[in-house]
């Protein structure tokens, strides 16, 4: 019996023996499985933490150049606006410099810049300015430059700007021969004193000189005459009243025409032909334009340097391009000189300009609103 016991109990130890051995072997496993999964997660955790760092430097370093990438292109933007903003400016103050037509303004407003203070004189002109507004429906002025070439710079940038067409005795002569039939058919040689304002000119190459001015008048006359669209046609004058060198060799020659209408009519009185028109008696009876050549020696050849055209050759001026000059005088306000046509006998289809004048001697372009 004790024996049986005895085999019973060790056999049980070794049970117990074997199932405590099967235990630590079982917990051995699952701590090694454990440590397994630390070490596994350990190393997915560095590995995730270097590919970060990684990653970061990179995104750090694509950031900072995104940063001064767009910094740079800020720094540019900003630099090319002030360099526009800059060239813009030099360019408006640089059209605004050669226009010698500017661009329209209120006339009350002009008249308050103008005529500040309460001087008899200023309220005189407010006045004048207050009756065009309210009675001849004139609401805005273009100045025009203030130099010797004033009143022919308003009248001919109205005739363009409006579209009116040769005069009718232009259309059947070629005026690029005027120059050469001068001399040559009426044998003036003294036309070679002939000086071109401001730049004085005299010799034998003048006749060069004048047919590059008629050219200049035939060839941009035509042109703007022949355009129907009034904003084009606008441009177009704009474009040509900046031109200094071109609008010179305009004036010159209206100038020259002028001269040879006056040859002209001095032939015709001296050879007792056909009837003149009474300005032109009325022109050549001034000591100082008996004759042609005192007439360009005295009045045309100062025109554009120190002196405008007077009253008499606006006359002429309207007679000769057949429109019909209206002027208003504001310094002859409330008197019968206030409003004046030059000239004053004038043919029913011929075109109507206006220029309104502070002194008579320097002209602008009044713009009528209904």
């Not at 024996?3 to 117990?16: E, G, P, T, V």
């Not at 900072?64 to 408006?92: G, V």
């Amino acid at each position: 019996m004790q024996r049986r016991h005895d085999r019973k109990a060790s056999k049980n130890r070794d049970q117990f023996t074997e199932q405590e051995k099967q235990s630590r072997i079982s917990h051995s496993k699952r701590s090694v499985g454990k440590h397994e999964a630390q070490s596994w997660t350990t190393a997915t955790k560095q590995s995730l933490c270097l590919v970060w760092q990684k990653v970061k430097v990179q995104l750090t370093l694509s950031m900072s150049f995104l940063a001064a990438i767009l910094w740079y292109c800020r720094r540019l933007y900003s630099f090319l606006a002030q360099l526009l903003k800059r060239w813009s400016n030099y360019l408006q103050r640089k059209l605004i410099r050669n226009l010698s037509v500017l661009t329209e303004v209120d006339l009350l407003g002009y008249s308050a810049r103008e005529w500040k203070g309460e001087t008899k004189q200023a309220k005189h002109m407010r006045e004048a300015y207050e009756e065009l507004f309210w009675s001849h429906h004139i609401k805005y002025v273009r100045q025009v430059r203030r130099d010797n070439y004033c009143v022919l710079r308003a009248v001919l940038f109205q005739i363009f700007s409006q579209g009116i067409p040769f005069p009718s005795w232009m259309k059947e002569r070629d005026i690029l021969k005027l120059p050469e039939k001068l001399l040559y058919s009426q044998g003036c040689n003294w036309i070679q004193q002939y000086s071109f304002g401001p730049e004085r000119y005299a010799g034998p190459n003048v006749f060069g000189k004048l047919r590059k001015c008629m050219e200049t008048l035939k060839t941009n006359w035509a042109e703007i005459s022949a355009t129907k669209d009034h904003e084009e046609r606008g441009n177009m004058c704009n474009t040509l009243f900046s031109d200094e060198s071109k609008e010179h060799k305009l004036y010159e020659a209206i100038k020259f025409i002028m001269l040879y209408e006056v040859v002209e009519a001095y032939e015709q009185i001296k050879n007792r032909e056909e009837p003149i028109h009474n300005l032109f008696s009325l022109l050549l009876a001034r000591d100082s334009s008996s004759d042609p050549l005192s007439f360009m020696m005295n009045h045309l050849n100062s025109i554009g340097d120190s002196i405008c055209l007077d009253q008499v050759e606006l006359f002429l001026l309207g007679y000769l391009l057949e429109v019909k000059i209206r002027v208003y005088r504001l310094h002859r306000f409330n008197t019968e000189e206030f409003q004046v046509s030059y000239p004053d006998e004038y043919r029913r289809e011929w075109n109507e300009i206006s220029l309104l004048t502070e002194d008579d001697r320097y002209y602008h372009i009044p713009l009528f609103r209904t």
